[in-house]
């Protein structure tokens, strides 16, 4: 009998982990700081590609009960390009003299970048609702578009559960489908798949992981294949978000 009754028991415990259900929204705090780390890779075959290595420092400036503002700065910017059969690079954590006449171009194009503060309204459920840089730099969106945060859904989630979201950046639709992948320690794991339409075409997956207290991505990958302008692009994109 008291065997029979501990396997109800065993049987009970995994079904309520099993049905555990979280509600995902963002939990940021007035006055904290963090730093988003982001790793791009694009290979464009023997037309070339670029790795870039960017580092930002976010502030949230406002929490009210329906919105969050923040306040974001790169800091730093280390990127390799590589087209037709030459390598240009930059580094933004050297001087002036460390630095070729390549590199010394590229610190005029990404020099005002770092100079710009990036302003950020958001809902609780991740959604963008406005977007402004001081003083506006042309193309700056597109470079840190990279760092916004997931759509989260109305209701809770639970492993299994999936829901999708869309984005529109330059043309270029994309159609992602979340789906839990696991829930433990305090954490989301979720599986991403996508699609991309408009002026490009393809394909997108990866992971992230949440923080279920916070709200935040604290890690995410991902891997595009996408064909534009009669070009096929391979992306790979890693970003780590730290609190400080």
Do not use: C
């Not at 791009?40 to 420092?57: A, I």
């Not at 630095?99 to 991740?126: C, E, R, V, Y």
């Not at 989260?152 to 492993?159: D, I, L, N, W």
């Not at 991902?222 to 070009?231: D, F, K, P, R, V």
């Amino acid at each position: 009998m008291k065997r029979i009754i501990l396997i109800l028991l065993v049987i009970t415990s995994l079904s309520t982990a099993a049905q555990e259900s979280v509600l995902l929204r963002l939990n940021y705090t007035q006055g904290d700081n963090y730093v988003i780390d982001v790793e791009s890779k694009q290979s464009m075959g023997m037309q070339g590609g670029m790795n870039m290595n960017m580092s930002m420092e976010m502030k949230i400036t406002e929490v009210t009960a329906k919105r969050i503002k923040t306040e974001s700065k790169i800091t730093s910017v280390i990127m390799d390009m590589m087209q037709g059969g030459m390598t240009m690079s930059y580094d933004s954590n050297k001087k002036d003299e460390e630095l070729d006449d390549m590199g010394k171009m590229m610190k005029s194009q990404f020099g005002p970048m770092l100079n710009a503060t990036i302003h950020t309204t958001l809902d609780k459920k991740g959604n963008m609702t406005d977007t402004k840089i001081e003083p506006p730099i042309p193309g700056m969106d597109q470079i840190t578009g990279n760092t916004s945060t997931i759509h989260y859904p109305e209701e809770k989630v639970s492993v299994g559960s999936s829901w999708t979201s869309e984005d529109e950046n330059e043309g270029m639709k994309m159609n992602t489908t979340y789906t839990v992948s696991n829930i433990a320690n305090g954490m989301v794991y979720l599986d991403l798949s996508g699609t991309v339409s408009g002026t490009g075409t393809g394909t997108i997956k990866g992971q992230t992981i949440v923080d279920i207290k916070s709200g935040i991505p604290t890690s995410a990958t991902y891997e595009a294949e996408i064909s534009a302008q009669g070009m096929d692009m391979s992306i790979t994109n890693n970003t780590i978000i730290t609190k400080t």
